[in-house]
């Protein structure tokens, strides 16, 4: 092997090594976003909530996740997509000893919001951190180890409720120290939150950045590291070409200079955003539990089905990283969304069929359980190997260098107030239109998908960041 084979090996070594290192970040994310499935008893035990406060204690972090993934890509234009990451991590750390912790509601959801604002920054952060140092050939494979990330937390967070609350006989009994197994839930996330910390002090900024804030010595520097120092002069013109001369990023960048209006690239970035949300996967990520338990299932059984939707999506997320870079984004996106839809109707025909007990509660015959257990499972799995990582792909590469913070905001602000909207109605929809009803409106919501994929949605499949146009 030549020196110059083995220094490009190291190279790519290298990146993926603080790839994996920014998707630690995706990590907690799924993790902060799964551990609340197990917990919702204990919740409303504990706090005495109805299904309403229910609700807004489940989905309070997303309000967090929404000023974070809005300030985040801002604040990263300025301080640095390491610095944010950074403070993303301790913010996990204080959110998971709080959230355990908590001796009331608001308490409960302060502690939350300060981990959404962590899970909101990160999410936005680690995908254009990884973006901004991955070459363009397996930028997307790159990129997608997020999405992995994101389930193998969730999993990770399904797991451990699972064996918590087994332990302890239900989520409300005490386990250890005379303290209820659903606080465990959220204390086993500090030992990934403090890994996060540690191992961001010694991955490098991202050189993007660090030329648009005109430290030109260290971009040469980083980018030396990630393509070896021949290419890296060529790199930091040509990142210099693609950005403004005359002002550094701002929101103002999101018009067009001409009309005034906002650009077409940032309602298409907005559109990924929203529909990702509006599918329903997080009703299944956040009240799996609750869903099973209300068609007959056992608590029990309810935490095992998420364990394996949670391996079902590793699987589909793995499958995307292997094709992503060979078929391209905008078909698997499309082949996503007719999945999702015909899956969802078929949730939503078993919801129909099924028969309402003396407490007028739904209960599904073991025919319709199993079709609809297939089908939930099956939709898991067009998810993750679709909008799941391609949408953070696409986030993160799509907006050219001068916007791509601002384009990240917004889209991050829609992502995760559509991710509210979605979870604060769900319980509401149970007692209203009923699982039928909600399930119904996330198979419309993923058909229409399908239109704003072939008509809006254009490939960045090895395109280099600099030549990406808005």
């Known amino acids: 092997m030549t020196s110059t084979a083995q220094t490009q090996q190291g190279n790519t070594g290298f990146i993926i090594l603080i790839s994996c290192i920014a998707t630690i970040g995706g990590f907690l994310f799924g993790f902060d976003s799964g551990v609340i499935n197990g917990t919702v008893d204990g919740l409303q035990a504990a706090f005495n909530s109805d299904s309403v406060g229910t609700g807004f204690n489940v989905a309070s972090m997303l309000l967090g996740c929404a000023v974070g993934a809005f300030f985040a890509g801002r604040l990263a234009d300025i301080y640095g997509r390491r610095a944010l990451l950074i403070v993303s991590s301790l913010f996990f750390i204080v959110s998971a000893w709080g959230s355990g912790i908590a001796a009331s509601s608001m308490e409960f959801v302060i502690y939350r919001v300060i981990g959404g604002i962590a899970v909101g920054a990160a999410s936005v952060m680690a995908p254009a951190y990884i973006s901004e140092v991955a070459e363009a050939r397996y930028r997307g494979r790159m990129t997608s180890v997020q999405q992995i990330a994101i389930i193998s937390g969730l999993f990770c967070a399904f797991i451990s409720n699972y064996f918590l609350a087994k332990s302890a006989g239900s989520a409300t009994l005490n386990l250890w120290l005379g303290f209820e197994a ?267 998908s399908v239109f704003f994929v072939l008509k809006f949605v254009h490939e960045t499949r090895g395109i280099e960041l600099e030549d990406m146009q808005g």
């Open 182 to 448: 659903w606080r465990w839930m959220f204390w086993i996330e500090l030992v990934p939150a403090v890994l996060f910390f540690l191992t961001l002090l010694f991955i490098p900024e991202s050189p993007r950045f660090l030329v648009s804030r005109g430290r030109k010595t260290k971009a040469l520097e980083v980018l030396g590291r990630l393509y070896g120092h021949e290419r890296a002069q060529q790199k930091v013109t040509d990142i210099e070409a693609s950005l403004a001369a005359d002002h550094q990023p701002r929101f103002s960048d999101l018009l067009d200079k001409v009309t005034r209006k906002v650009r077409p690239i940032v309602w298409i970035g907005i559109g990924l955003a929203t529909f990702q949300q509006l599918v329903g996967i997080n009703v299944v990520f956040y009240y799996g539990a609750v869903l099973w338990q209300s068609v007959g299932f056992s608590e029990s059984d309810a935490l095992l089905i998420n364990i394996i939707s949670g391996g079902v999506s590793i699987g589909a997320c793995v499958l995307t990283i292997l094709i992503i870079d060979t078929i391209g984004r905008k078909p698997l996106l499309w082949i996503g969304s007719v999945g999702m839809a015909i899956t969802l109707a078929l949730l939503t025909l078993c919801f129909i069929t099924g028969d309402i007990d003396s407490q007028g509660q739904l209960q599904l015959s073991d025919q319709q359980g199993l079709v609809a257990l297939i089908a939930a499972n099956t939709y898991v799995f067009f998810f993750n190997a679709s909008w799941g990582p391609v949408m953070w792909v696409m986030l993160g590469e799509m907006f050219p260098n001068q916007i791509r913070g601002s384009g990240l905001a917004v889209a991050g602000l829609f992502q995760w107030g559509s991710n509210f909207i979605i979870t604060m109605t769900f319980p509401i929809f149970l007692t209203s239109i009923g699982l039928a009803g909600a399930y119904g409106f996330y198979a419309a919501c993923a058909l229409i």
